[in-house]
């Protein structure tokens, strides 16, 4: 069965750093792009990050550059995201989804399975 699951999220202060892990199964995790995206209430779904399926690629949003770090382990199945300097308009649920693309994208449209999310709250 393939899944998605999200862990990591939590209350931060604002300046704070939280690490999000996406672990995944049942599919041939190598294969995929992963993405992170977020939405905030009343707010669309917004794309934050991605890496390719080879680790060579990366992305990210404006709003979370030099920011925020995606990386992933093949042989551990996940990708992570690190995030620092937290704001309070970083507050959102955080989902990671997965692409049978080998490069990632900040569109939602081209990722297939989704992970439930995780809800990552700055506040002081």
């Known amino acids: 069965q393939l899944q998605l699951v999200e862990s990591g999220g939590g209350l931060v202060q604002p300046g704070g750093s939280l690490r999000l892990s996406c672990a995944a199964s049942g599919f041939t995790f190598d294969y995929y792009a992963i993405g992170w995206f977020r939405q905030a209430p009343g707010k669309e779904r917004e794309g934050v990050s991605c890496?390719?399926?080879?680790?060579?690629?990366?992305d990210y949003a404006d709003s979370v550059k030099g920011r925020y770090t995606i990386s992933r382990d093949n042989a551990k199945n996940t990708v992570y995201l690190q995030m620092n300097s937290l704001k309070p308009e970083d507050t959102a649920v955080y989902y990671c989804?997965?692409?049978?693309?080998?490069?990632?994208?900040?569109?939602?449209?081209?990722?297939?399975?989704w992970g439930q999310g995780t809800q990552v709250t700055v506040s002081s």
């Open positions: 890496i390719s399926s080879s680790y060579r690629s990366t």
């Open positions: 989804a997965a692409s049978p693309r080998s490069l990632g994208s900040l569109r939602a449209s081209q990722y297939t399975y």
